[in-house]
């Protein structure tokens, strides 16, 4: 998550949200910011992991999230999913802001 603090500027000039999810209780996540000097957009937690089901990316062998990336235009449909999002990949990022670009 935090390369996604490197582009946040350009996800906002596309009139765009980022929300981080995962499966930490909320003190994990304050904890997390903390240690990096703070996020610039939200981290929400799925300590039941109820949203990564409805999302199709709960890894039952291991009770964890997969790292995921989705596009989610403003009437709630995905328009982009990648369920092998890899943070060290700069292209997953690139493609992320391309579907942004690519919203209505």
Not at 21 to 31: E, N, Q
Not at 72 to 88: L, M, P, Q, V
């Amino acid at each position: 998550m935090t390369s996604f603090r490197e582009v946040y500027d350009k996800v906002l000039e596309n009139d765009a949200q980022l929300l981080g999810i995962s499966g930490d209780h909320l003190w994990a996540h304050k904890a997390y910011a903390d240690a990096l000097a703070g996020l610039p957009f939200p981290l929400l937690a799925d300590w039941g992991m109820r949203v990564v089901r409805l999302y199709g990316v709960y890894n039952p062998d291991r009770d964890t999230p997969t790292r995921s990336a989705f596009v989610i235009d403003r009437e709630g449909i995905i328009r982009f999913k990648n369920t092998a999002f890899n943070a060290r990949d700069p292209g997953h990022y690139a493609e992320i802001l391309e579907q942004i670009a690519e919203l209505p």
